[in-house]
Nanobody, 125 residues
Framework: QVQLVESGGGLVQAGGSLRLSCVVS????????MGWFRQAPGKERDFVAV????????YYTESVKGRFTVSRDSAKNTAYLQMNNLKPEDTAVYYC??????????????????WGQGTQVTVSS
């Protein structure tokens, strides 16, 4: 089992930046893939980005390519989501998630078993 704790959300103006962090504890050696998802009010939890824990391969949903960067620091057991040029439509609760197997590709939320509590990101216009 792993435990995930996100931080770094907040209120920012359009065009601004935020960096989300996800600290992982527990059986971190079991992690193959770390994912970031977001959920806006009344909507489903959508895939944002993913990174493989060992090799650092990444994959992004189209709407964030060129603006968001996912990374990880294995020594700190932490994954990051750097978000630049934020837009009002990026407003959502952002979640990190972990799974034991996988590669750098798009995922659905039900493919991940371990989740953090979420952190709110609000982008004002």
């Amino acid at each position: 089992q792993v435990q995930l704790v996100e931080s770094g959300g907040g209120l920012v103006q359009a065009g601004g930046s935020l960096r989300l962090s996800c600290v992982v504890s527990g059986r971190t050696e079991s992690i193959a893939v770390m994912g970031w998802f977001r959920q806006a009010p009344g909507k489903e939890r959508d895939f944002v980005a993913v990174i493989t824990w060992s090799g650092g391969a990444t994959y992004y949903t189209e709407s964030v390519k060129g603006r968001f960067t996912v990374s990880r620091d294995s020594a700190k057991n932490t994954a990051y989501l750097q978000m630049n040029n934020l837009k009002p439509e990026d407003t959502a609760v952002y979640y990190c998630a972990a799974r034991r197997f996988g590669s750098s590709r798009a995922y659905t939320a039900n493919e991940f078993a371990s989740w953090g509590q979420g952190t709110q990101v609000t982008v004002s216009s």
